[in-house]
């Protein structure tokens, strides 16, 4: 399964118009949005107050987590491993969901809140997990292998933990949950083309982009707008929003690479761009 797997903003911005599927133009303005000194940047979350949440990787090329309130940086390195940072809470204090890797090569979930890792190990008998979405009721959203290697998405409330699968698919991952309970997920298909759904607490409804060759569903606001990573024909990676039963694609001005990560409820979105088809990834904020 995919895993998605900054102090100062330059004060650059761009108006891109995007494509839209039945839909009237929509047009972002982008900012970006990369550490400083980071040889790569990957935003993953942005809260209702302008907090991001992402991974970078250093000038070593040792990966870690952050969180960029304002201008104030926070690093985040789970002492038990490699770090990084998938999204946060959208309203009140801080809490952070992400994963690590530890030194045998496991990967496993983690929430950070007031100062604590807590891992989020998946479901008795999972042998790995992420961590990749979170509410304000305190709902983590993401995946877990079992002990036949197969993936499954997962909703833990409190101590418990809830299997979500989509009918049919080989494999599903969790990515997002607002605060409606709404989860949005991507699955492998019969034939190993990802797919997206919109799962409402009984049923799963597909909702990939039109066109795409692959559709990755990354986050859900509380109105229920829907960020995608998605992939053409020929492997190229874009950017999509859904709101309102509209598809809107969208590219980062110029890039040859692009991926819509974290969505608030400001009408504020952010994720990653690569200027050329070999060049670091770099991050985002785009506001419609």
């Not at 709902?139 to 079992?146: E, H, L, W």
């Not at 299997?163 to 494999?171: C, F, M, R, Y």
């Not at 409402?200 to 229920?224: E, H, L, M, Q």
């Amino acid at each position: 399964m995919k895993n998605y797997k900054v102090i100062a903003f330059v004060v650059l911005a761009f108006m891109s118009a995007a494509v839209g599927v039945d839909a009237p133009p929509l047009t972002f303005k982008f900012v970006t949005a990369s550490v400083p000194g980071a040889i790569q940047t990957y935003p993953g979350g942005v809260n209702n107050k302008g907090v991001m949440v992402g991974t970078y990787q250093d000038a070593n090329k040792h990966f870690h987590g952050y969180i960029l309130n304002g201008k104030k940086l926070t690093t985040l390195d789970d002492p038990k491993g490699t770090t990084s940072c998938n999204n946060l809470t959208p309203n009140g204090a801080i809490a952070v969901v992400g994963s690590y890797i530890t030194s045998t090569g496991a990967t496993v979930g983690f929430l950070y809140k007031g100062g604590k890792f807590t891992d989020v190990p998946g479901p008795t008998g999972s042998t790995g997990s992420l961590a990749i979405g979170i509410n304000d009721r305190g709902a983590i959203v993401g995946y877990y292998n079992d002990t036949n290697n197969a993936t499954h998405g997962f909703i833990l409330r409190g101590k418990t933990y809830t299997t979500l699968d989509v009918p049919g698919a080989l494999a599903t991952a969790a990515t997002g949950i607002n605060d409606n309970g709404k989860v949005v997920l991507y699955w492998a298909n019969s034939t190993g083309a990802y797919e997206s759904s919109l799962y409402n607490g009984k049923t799963y409804k597909t909702i990939d982009v039109p066109g795409a060759t692959y559709s990755f569903a990354s986050d859900i606001n509380s109105v229920g707008d829907v960020t995608f990573q998605w992939l053409d024909s020929s492997g190229g990676s874009h950017a999509a929003l859904l709101q309102s039963g509209k598809y809107y694609k969208f590219n980062y001005p110029k890039a040859k690479f692009t991926y819509a990560g974290g969505i608030n409820d400001k009408k504020a979105t952010v994720g990653g761009y690569a200027a050329t088809s070999k060049g670091p990834v770099l991050g985002f904020k785009a506001t419609f």
